[in-house]
């Protein structure tokens, strides 16, 4: 069974840090093109960060650019999402997406809150 397993969220003052993990199983995790997204009550899901299969291509929403930073480790199956600097705007459930093969499809994770506020 394919999954991804997302932890690492919680509630923090503005100006604190978080790191996220999303452990993936039952896919190719090497070659699997890696993204975190997050979402809001009301708005649609927002792309957030992502990064290729070898770790050689990242792109980052304007708005966390500079704050955030996507990274893999592939020997552990596992992708992070280092977030610094966090803003109250930045509260929202964030997920993991995989977009894997060997049957090319996409996964999420059941998504961790996190939660900026003092």
């Known amino acids: 069974q394919s999954q991804l397993v997302e932890s690492g969220g919680g509630l923090v003052q503005p100006g604190g840090s978080l790191r996220l993990s999303c452990a993936g199983s039952g896919f190719t995790f090497s070659t699997a093109m890696m993204r975190w997204y997050r979402q809001t009550p009301g708005k649609e899901r927002e792309l957030v960060a992502g990064m290729t299969s070898a770790g050689g291509v990242t792109n980052y929403a304007d708005s966390v650019k500079g704050r955030f930073t996507i990274s893999r480790d592939n020997a552990k199956n596992t992708v992070y999402l280092q977030m610094n600097s966090l803003k109250p705007d930045d509260t929202a459930v964030y997920y993991c997406?995989?977009?894997?093969?060997?049957?090319?499809?996409?996964?999420w994770g059941q998504g961790t809150q996190v939660t900026v506020s003092s």
């Open positions: 997406n995989a977009f894997a093969g060997p049957i090319w499809k996409n996964y």
